[in-house]
Nanobody, 123 residues
Framework: QLQVVESGGGLVQPGGSLTLSCAAA????????IGWFRQAPGKEREGVSC????????YYEDSVKGRFTISRDNAKNTVFLQMNSLKPQDTAIYYC????????????????WGQGTQVTVSS
């Protein structure tokens, strides 16, 4: 069964950094677009970033532009989300999701979802 698994969450202080990983099992990420989403308590799930499968095109939500960087290492079958200058409002459960697509797409289209990893930014 196709699965993606997030890891790397934890507790960090404001201004700190954290790197999340999304590893694929049962398939290769080469042909999949990968999206990162997050859901804070009492709020709707929102898109954070995504990366295409062919040209490596990327997307960032306005609130994270300049602070987050998405990348993929196909040899490791893993996608990363480097998060810098973290703010308390970044606190959420972060999910990665995969869809067999060359390009980034919208939330309802993603086929495979991870269980999520908690990111807490607090002093």
């Amino acid at each position: 069964q196709l699965q993606v698994v997030e890891s790397g969450g934890g507790l960090v202080q404001p201004g700190g950094s954290l790197t999340l990983s999304c590893a694929a099992a049962g398939f290769t990420l080469d042909y999949y677009a990968i999206g990162w989403f997050r859901q804070a308590p009492g709020k709707e799930r929102e898109g954070v970033s995504c990366i295409g499968s062919i040209d490596g095109s990327t997307y960032y939500e306005d609130s994270v532009k300049g602070r987050f960087t998405i990348s993929r290492d196909n040899a490791k079958n893993t996608v990363f989300l480097q998060m810098n200058s973290l703010k308390p409002q970044d606190t959420a459960i972060y999910y990665c999701a995969a869809v067999r697509s060359a390009y980034c797409t919208t939330l309802p289209v993603y086929e495979y979802w991870g269980q999520g990893t908690q990111v807490t930014v607090s002093s």
